[in-house]
């Protein structure tokens, strides 16, 4: 048994403001019981305006660190996502949600960091100290992540390709991606609505892709981003 070592919280030193907008943020026992509540709240949702079908739940890891990649095509996906979860799993779960319009104002960020536990991605100067810090984050937290790799929603219905921030932060580590395919969200709440449709909603949940041997590199993760891509394309299709 390896020592008992008191360690600092991640976010130690950081502003209230600068925290909920952080990768090292870290949930205490009120941002815990807030995320419980509604995630909880949302499966009863889904279930009864959306009659939301979950199949493959049995294919989830039993723990992370693992990654839900899914298509995306409604702000309802992640929480879709989220509410299929095991309660275990929710407090290590975090949705990588856009920064320029989840965490723009200190409410909305407050909301998203407190209530969805989202981390920002910052579309236009995502560089590689941002993915290298989820990476990390990844890795020793054992956290689960919820990516939706085309980087958007779908404007049209259809899926976009995957693009290559997936693979880096999973190439050459022995951490699952867990592909995911959403059903009947773009109909439910497409870009041009804000308030949802009672429309049916289906989860359809792959088995678990690795890549410990896939090359850290460029050309490493367009192959992990076209292997994950063909498996939601292959799920939509069933």
């Known amino acids: 048994m390896e020592p008992w070592q008191l360690q600092p919280a991640g976010d130690t030193g950081l502003t209230p403001a600068e925290r909920f907008r952080s990768v090292r943020r870290e949930s205490g026992l009120l941002e815990s019981l807030a995320q419980q509540t509604c995630f909880s709240s949302l499966r009863i949702y889904f279930a009864i305006a959306h009659r939301l079908s979950i199949a493959g739940c ?6 992370g660190p693992f990654v839900l990649a899914a298509n995306h095509c409604s702000h309802l996906d992640a929480l879709v996502l989220g509410a299929a979860l095991r309660p275990r799993h929710r407090e290590r779960t975090f949705p990588i949600a856009a920064g320029d319009v989840f965490f723009q104002t200190v409410a909305v960020s407050v909301f998203s960091a407190t209530v969805l536990n989202a981390l920002p991605m910052w579309r236009k100067n995502c560089g590689p100290h941002a993915l290298a810090e989820l990476r990390r984050k990844l890795q020793e937290e054992k956290a689960i992540f919820i990516i939706f790799p085309e980087g958007g929603r779908t404007r049209t219905g259809s899926m976009m390709p995957f693009k290559h921030g997936l693979g880096m932060l999973v190439a050459e580590t ?62 939509a299709a069933q």
């Open 174 to 235: 022995n951490v699952p991606v867990v592909p995911c395919s959403l059903i009947g969200t773009f109909d439910a709440l497409p870009p041009n609505r804000k308030i949802p449709r009672p429309v049916r909603i289906k989860l359809i949940i792959g088995d678990p892709l690795d890549f410990p041997s896939t090359a850290n590199d460029r050309s490493g993760w367009s192959q992990i981003a076209k292997s994950v891509e063909s498996s939601v394309r292959r799920l």
């Open 58 to 63: 049995e294919k989830l890891p039993e723990h």
